[in-house]
């Protein structure tokens, strides 16, 4: 007996990865419009979830209205927040070393954590630090090495802008390795962390959540060791063939992009 295999039609609710699944940098992925205005208009929970911890959702909000799609920031969880949120409520370290952009700085200041750029540090904190100097990954290399809690937003070795693929935090975290020999607890995408933050907001189980994205290692693996249905976009860091040839992640439907994706539920 074979058991029963979910479908779309099983989904009551969605999150939506957003660089490389609605735009590259600023370009609009054809159909992403589209796309979010049928989760509203079908009434479907969503969540625009990114591992990007650059910039703050009202950031993100401001974009997907310049790209022309309506978004609130209570509808958006990035990384860096998930990572506020994670630390206030599972440790005590508040007074933290944080290696970030400007932006991911005031979200953990106004989540209340003291900057520690000099003297001790409870804990390290690494995010997609776009203004990383050598000071800074020294200072971590040495807090690392010196047994500090070692905490990063997100795994992403790249991550896709319309230059081409850029070092993201994941790059960073090799650069520490190499120096340390540690690995920090990663809070975003495929992490359970994020996905517990992320489920508690659209109100939904994993097992009736979608999951849309571009990457296999965060968006898709995240899906498959969570239960969310995991639907595969090829408009960002992931070609058919790269997904035809990994046989260990496996989402649960492909689609060309979000627009083959809206065609799909209208069909429903
Ligand atoms: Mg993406």
Redesign the pocket.
């Known amino acids: 007996m074979t058991e029963q295999k979910r479908t779309l039609a099983d989904i009551k609710a969605f999150i939506t990865?957003?660089?490389?699944?609605l735009y590259v940098s600023d370009r609009l992925i054809p159909g992403a419009v589209e796309f979010i205005s049928l989760l509203r208009e079908r009434g479907y929970p969503f969540l625009f979830l990114?591992?990007?911890s650059s910039a703050r959702a009202v950031s993100y909000r401001d974009r997907l209205r310049r790209l022309g799609i309506e978004a609130e920031t209570g509808e958006i969880l990035t990384s860096g927040a998930a990572t506020a949120m994670y630390l206030l409520k599972e440790t005590s370290h508040r007074r933290i070393f944080l290696v970030g952009t400007p932006a991911l700085r005031e979200e953990f200041i106004e989540a209340g954590f003291v900057m520690a750029d000099q003297g001790a540090a409870d804990a390290v904190v690494l995010g997609f630090d776009k203004t990383l100097t050598y000071e800074r990954l020294k200072r971590a290399c040495l807090l690392v090495n010196d047994d500090a809690p070692y905490y990063a937003t997100h795994p992403?070795f790249t991550?896709?802008t319309d230059e081409g693929l850029i070092p993201d935090t994941g790059a960073f975290i090799e650069a520490i390795k190499s120096v340390t020999g540690r690995v920090p607890h990663v809070i975003g995408k495929p992490q359970s962390e994020i996905v517990k933050a992320a489920l508690a907001k659209v109100g939904h189980k994993a097992e009736v959540t979608a999951m849309v994205?571009?990457?296999l290692d965060?968006?898709m693996t995240m899906a498959n060791r969570s239960g969310l249905y995991g639907i595969l976009v090829f408009t960002?860091?992931t070609s058919k063939r790269d997904a035809a040839k990994n046989r260990i992640i496996t989402p649960d439907l492909l689609c060309s992009s979000v627009a083959r994706l809206t065609e799909r539920i209208r069909a429903l």
């Open positions: 990865d957003m660089d490389g699944t990114t591992n990007n992403d991550c896709i994205g571009d990457q965060t968006d960002g860091e």
